[in-house]
């Protein structure tokens, strides 16, 4: 049996632990008994998870705390809308809460955002935490306390900082995310070699595939250090004012491309990183300031492991370099519209780059063979 591991993301009064584990579901109550003893509990998972996990956390907590109930949410992308969140809010508030009532979200990324948002704004902010299901969510989304729904003009452009009380990641439940998922998520881990720990990227070359076989050692090894590699990130830099950026490494390419899809369910946000993540290193090449060896090196990892590594590969491939340029304008890290991208030096090591004017962007992308308009 492998050892529980426990990171602590330190933020003072705020502070709180990842547990990262095989089975932990089934031993949840030990876990959460500080947490939610004597209060109210509303579990709620989306309706893929529902089904498969939602009796057995229920059994297990049911005797902790003061009262329990369960609700369901759709799955998929469309759950981070104002329709979804209004629902949700009203079906808690239907039950009635009040201001110690703990909402536990048990699922991937879109229902850890959503009930995250729904947490920070029910009565000014009620506790809630965070069992991630996806392998995306367990190594990115559910910790940092970036919570929010997405609006018609782009993605995640409506939330709030709020920060879980407690993040349980069972790494068993993975056995029944579909492979698809599952290599999304991998896109994420690759992401943290490439931003800041080139030792680790040379350990996922090599043990790729025991952690996609979710072998249980790789795999709380990937997790691990990247819950651990994020925790550290946002010790430092709770709201992005500064180095937290450098996790979008690979992101403001991936944006573009998740909404030149429109979010229809054929791009999953992995695998716009994956091709973000081969982007972003190839335009640190072209602007000199990291060697094409290492960009190829990236580029042979994602194809290795069955990720795409460049945009033309994507469903919304033909998109002009103009449409993208427009959908990049958008990204939160744009500044009256000059654009900020997080490129790289070397693997292991990320860099703020601002001011990228769009003539060196266009010229970028039409090398690539991108048409302009
Ligand atoms: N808050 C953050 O810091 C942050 C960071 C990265 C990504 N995100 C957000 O995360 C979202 C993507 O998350 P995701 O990839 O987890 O998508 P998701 O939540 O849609 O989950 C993917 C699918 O897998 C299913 N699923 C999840 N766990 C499962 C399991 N164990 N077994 C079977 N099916 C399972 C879900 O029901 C869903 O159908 C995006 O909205 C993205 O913007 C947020």
């Given at each position: ?8 993301v330190?933020l003072e009064e705020r502070s709180y ?18 947490y ?8 709620i ?35 981070k809308?104002?329709?979804?969140y209004?629902?949700l809010c009203?079906?808690i508030?239907?039950?009635?809460i009040?201001r110690?009532t703990v909402l536990i979200a048990?699922?991937?990324g879109?229902l850890g955002d959503l009930v995250g948002f729904v947490a920070a704004s029910l009565l000014r902010g009620i506790d809630f935490i965070q069992?991630p299901?996806?392998?995306?969510a367990?190594?990115?989304s559910s910790v940092g306390g970036k919570t929010g729904i ?6 995640n452009?409506i939330g709030a900082f709020h920060q879980p009380k407690l993040v ?66 946002i010790?430092?830099?709770e709201m992005e004012?500064?180095?937290r ?129």
């Open positions: 049996m492998s050892p529980v591991e426990k990171i602590i330190g632990p990842i547990f990262i584990g095989p089975d932990l579901l089934n031993v949840a109550d030990k876990y959460l008994v500080d939610i003893s004597d209060r109210q509990v509303i579990v998972c989306d309706t893929v998870t529902g089904p498969i996990y939602q009796g057995s956390i229920t059994k297990t907590i049911t005797s902790v705390c003061a009262r329990l109930d369960n609700l369901r949410v759709p799955a998929g992308e469309a759950s809308s104002f329709s979804a209004n629902a009203d079906e508030l239907n039950i009635g009040d110690k048990l699922g991937g879109v069992i299901t996806s392998l995306l367990q190594v990115d997405n609006a018609k003009a782009g993605k452009l349980l990641v069972d790494t068993s439940v993975l056995i029944t995310l579909p492979k698809r998922e599952l290599l999304a998520g991998y896109a994420e881990i690759i992401k943290y070699g490439l931003l800041g720990d080139a030792y680790f990227f040379s350990w996922l070359e090599k043990n790729w595939f025991n952690v996609l076989s979710l072998k249980q050692e790789e795999i709380i090894f990937a997790v691990r250090r990247s819950c651990e590699m994020k925790a550290d990130i010790a430092k830099d004012t500064g180095m950026a450098m996790l979008n490494l690979g992101h403001t390419f991936a944006h573009a491309f998740e909404a030149v899809g429109q979010y229809n369910g054929d791009l999953l946000h992995g695998e716009a990183v994956a091709a973000g993540l081969g982007l972003a290193f190839d335009f640190s090449v072209a602007k000199k300031i990291c060697k094409p060896e290492d960009a190829l090196r990236v580029h042979a990892h994602l194809i290795e492991v069955g990720l795409p590594d460049d945009y033309s590969s994507l469903p919304a491939g033909k998109a002009s370099a103009s449409t993208l340029i427009q959908h990049m304008k958008k990204d939160k890290k744009a500044i009256a519209g000059n654009l900020t991208f997080i490129l790289a030096n070397k693997i292991g090591g990320a860099c703020v780059m601002p001011n990228i004017s769009e003539n060196e962007l266009t010229t970028f992308f039409m090398a690539k063979g991108v048409n302009h308009v």
